[in-house]
T-cell receptor
Framework: GQNIDQPTEMTATEGAIVQINCTYQ??????LFWYQQHAGEAPTFLSY????GLEEKGRFSSFLSRSKGYSYLLLKELQMKDSASYLC??????????FGKGNQVVVIP | GAGVSQSPSNKVTEKGKDVELRCDPI?????LYWYRQSLGQGLEFLIY????????KSGLPSDRFSAERTGGSVSTLTIQRTQQEDSAVYLC????????????FGPGTRLTVL
């Protein structure tokens, strides 16, 4: 089976930096996606990593280590609008995405 | 251009009834996916279509679930004889091609089975 693990919830202060971790054990691996999902809305694409290392995109960065089955999403200069669930998803060899349960980030003033 | 659209946005039905959920993918996207998101759970893959190839139905939870995609565009997910455990948000996504191309999600249909 597919196993994608994320912490369930974290709270952080506006302006801070938060790191959201994801570990995965999947059959077949073609990359790691991060999505943001606000309550009641569709998931929106944040990043895709297929090679080891850090990809930076504005306030958001994503890191992948294939040998460790590990990824993280780094959010800098947190804003209130960043309060959302962050979904980690592994792209399997059969073109499916296997999702974790999501990490709910609550940003407080 | 427009994103992925789904209808209805909300559907309340009685146990045992059939329901149809519709998805309009982004124009030109050849791959279309259906997922289910139950309360407190991650997105669960149901089925995907790639061009004119036979769909990958291996995620469908039972034979009460079926989906079709007409003309390589609009897709309909049908649930027959609905059960209370079918209550969830049903999300559709499309991508230019299957594989590493980013999947873009629609707003979902919230299905409640009474």
């Amino acid at each position: 089976g597919q196993n994608i693990d994320q912490p369930t919830e974290m709270t952080a202060t506006e302006g801070a930096i938060v790191q959201i971790n994801c570990t995965y054990q999947t059959s077949g691996f073609n990359g790691l996606f991060w999505y943001q999902q606000h309550a009641g809305e569709a998931p929106t694409f944040l990043s895709y990593n297929v090679l080891d290392g850090l990809e930076e995109k504005g306030r958001f960065s994503s890191f992948l280590s294939r040998s460790k089955g590990y990824s993280y999403l780094l959010l800098k200069e947190l804003q209130m609008k960043d309060s959302a669930s962050y979904l980690c998803a592994s792209l399997l060899g059969n073109n499916r995405l296997a999702f974790g349960k999501g990490n709910q980030v609550v940003v407080i003033p | 251009g427009a994103g992925v659209s789904q209808s209805p946005s909300n559907k309340v039905t009685e146990k045992g009834k059939d329901v149809e959920l519709r998805c309009d993918p982004i124009s030109g996207h050849t791959a279309l996916y259906w997922y289910r998101q139950s309360l407190g759970q991650g997105l669960e893959f149901l089925i995907y279509f790639q061009g004119n190839s036979a769909p990958d139905k291996s995620g469908l939870p039972s034979d009460r679930f079926s989906a079709e995609r007409t003309g390589g565009s609009v897709s309909t997910l049908t649930i027959q004889r609905t059960q209370q455990e079918d209550s969830a948000v049903y999300l559709c996504a499309s991508s230019q091609r299957a594989g590493t191309d980013t999947q873009y999600f629609g707003p979902g249909t919230r299905l409640t089975v009474l």
